[in-house]
């Protein structure tokens, strides 16, 4: 018995029953780029480019570290990116490409 | 076991100004939605549509729903055996292939929901979750000690009475449908829908008087 | 798995699709199984090997969220059944009441009639 069996058949997000603290009653308003976000999955489902299980799969899929320290549409969208190179939709090198192109886009509009 | 982040992003609203640089994820959303409409996978009316849906979906649905419900026995034999079928009826459609069951609170049944694999959610008819709903404390809490966790939103079940949690795991979605409070017998159904909170439809509060939106 | 024969009335001659009819009926006792699969999956562990009773038949037939996570959007469709546990089956500490209940949607293939 190695002891990380449980890190393998337990996924990261199946936490039903766990000790856990208080509930802290946050809550807060979408900024414009997660609301995109959402509708990005919303859509991608009804095309079922990714589906809605293929999303919560690319999540866990992320792996504790990921999951823990970044935020809820913060993981949505790096799972999607990943979920696309596995379809070969994308690439990681166009999709860095691209990504360069939209902070260089916003540095000269400054 | 990972630890939730207890909080969504780093820098308070205050401080986000149209020249700010978005930050690292924003880019990536950015970059793939461009990528996929260059592509002609997605158009940008498809994104700008759904955000028009999504904003659409409030709570005030769901307590249009909850108060018909109260006043129109037929409509909540009929809530009660297709909940999207009804809601539709009223005009909420669905966008997409979940179902709803509403679960009604009685003398003797306490109703709560909860997502502890995600943040499923009946998002057609309430909109989208709080944070609290889609963290930790919540999700690995209501299945376990449903109770206690009532309690920490002030709602205390008699022993007699049933607390039954409904776990969200498939395309089932849930909503709790709220005792009607006492001495609203001259209400409007428009004053009966104003006390309905999105907390009452997730179970964890009841519908009070003195608590309109 | 059992493919026990459904209760409805049905009309001779008429061949159900493949796993078209529920195998479970509400009231029926039933267990969810105890393999842990790695990957995704959507029955949590907390369930893994507990008996509770089938509440009502989710319609229609759907494709299995587990194969869906891979991308499978069509076919292999089988029922999702709503089925109660009392919470103090799962939990050993339990301190709530008796009654207390969970209920969760759980795909055909999870469960094993006792």
Redesign the interface.
Known sequence: MSGSEGLVSRLPNDIGGLTAGSIARVEHELEPWEKRCHALADVLDFKKLINTEEKRRGVEALGSDMIGQLAYYERWIVAFANIFFAKGILTPTELAEKMAEVEARHIAGR | MAHEHEHDHDHPHAEISVSEMPGYYEVMETAIRELLIDKQLITGNDIRHQIEVLDSRTPALGAKVVARAWVDAAFRERLLADGRAACEELGISFYDDTRLIVLENTETVHNLIVCTLCSCYPRPVLGLPPDWYKLKPYRARAVSEPRIVLAEFGTIIPDDVEVRVSDSTAAVRYLVLPRRPEATDDYSEEQLAALVTRDAMIGVIPVTLGMEN | MPNHLPTQSRIPGIVPALNEWPSFSPGDRVRVATR???????????LRGMTGTVVSI?EPV?VD?ET????Q?AGSRRH?Y?VSFR?RT??AA????P?????????ETWLERI
């Open positions: 842990s699969p790695i990957g995704h999956y959507r029955v949590p562990v907390y989710i759907m969220n869906e996570g891979y991308g959007n999702y709503r919470l799962i939990w339990y301190s709530g009441a009654a207390d209940e969970l209920r969760i949607e759980i795909f």
